[in-house]
């Protein structure tokens, strides 16, 4: 039986209401979490993903039909909203991505919170590169993949990052969203507003270590060669989630390739 269908009349009027007022369903959703009706929430997240301000992995099914291929949900937290799909990508694409990057690898940098540049730091310790969106057909094809799991356009999204951990490399705990009370926020969200979801996509399997840790919510994921993990680093309101602190733990034997897909607010220009 549908958790909506059971809601009292009242909050099905409710419902009703703010959808004729034009209430983007995830702020609707977000007023049936918090009043306790968590089943009917996301069933009407799944519903009307056309009406969300935020990128959406349906949930509806185990598996998910794309455009190009079908793939299966492995994992859902709810609170923050976390996802792992099975086999995002073929070894091939995972490959056929190495290739092309490992070439082009040089220190990785993060985000400097007094200014918005972006700087080398101890707390980083990979190497990576950036694509610009569509720069390789590969790289085309994953982002017209990720944009169709997530129901968010292709140009809301930052170009492909591709990093490479070797032994001993992390990125220690961090968030990826830019909170609006540091003084470079308004430089970073200046291009395209809030990062709203990071998407992951685990191009190697590693041997022992790497595993992608959730310090807040007491678990981690481990690196599976195809696998995607997807979190949203904003609640349903769009308010930024401390729960979403996050760190790629240190590699401990073997290599650990990464990409990494960052979701706006806006179109990223
Ligand atoms: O390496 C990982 O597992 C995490 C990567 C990460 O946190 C990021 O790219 O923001």
């Not at 009406?51 to 509806?60: F, N, Q």
């Not at 220190?107 to 969106?133: C, K, L, M, W």
């Not at 990093?163 to 970073?188: C, I, M």
């Amino acid at each position: 039986m549908s958790a909506l269908m059971l809601l009292p009349t009242d909050w099905k009027n409710w419902i009703n209401d703010n959808f004729n007022k034009k209430v983007p369903a995830n702020k609707i959703a977000a007023n049936l979490y918090q009043q306790g009706w968590v089943d009917a929430a996301y069933e009407l997240m799944n519903k009307h993903i056309a009406t969300l301000e935020m990128p959406y992995i349906s949930t509806a099914s185990n598996q998910i039909q794309l455009s190009d291929k079908k793939v299966s949900i492995a994992f859902t937290c709810y609170k923050p909203f976390i996802t792992i799909i099975n086999d995002f990508l073929t070894q091939e694409e995972c490959q056929a991505v190495i290739n092309d990057a490992d070439s082009k690898l040089q220190t990785s940098r993060v985000v400097n919170p007094e200014d918005g540049s972006f700087i080398e730091h101890t707390a980083r310790t990979s190497t990576s590169t950036s694509y610009q969106r569509g720069q390789t057909a590969i790289v085309k094809k994953i982002e017209a993949r990720i944009a169709n799991l997530l129901n968010w356009p292709v140009e809301h999204g930052e170009g492909l990052q591709v990093l490479r951990y070797e032994d001993g490399g992390e990125y220690r705990p961090h968030f990826d969203f830019f909170d609006p009370a540091k003084q470079s926020s308004s430089v970073v969200t200046a291009r395209g507003g809030q990062r709203l979801g990071t998407f992951l996509m685990y191009l190697s399997d590693v041997e022992d270590g790497g595993s992608t840790r959730f310090p807040n919510l007491g678990f981690e994921v481990h690196p599976k060669i195809g696998t995607a993990l997807y979190f949203a680093n904003t609640d349903l309101m769009g308010d930024i989630d401390p729960q979403t602190l996050h760190a790629g733990l240190p590699v401990t034997k073997g290599v650990k390739y990464l990409a990494t897909k960052w979701l706006r607010q806006y179109p990223y220009v």
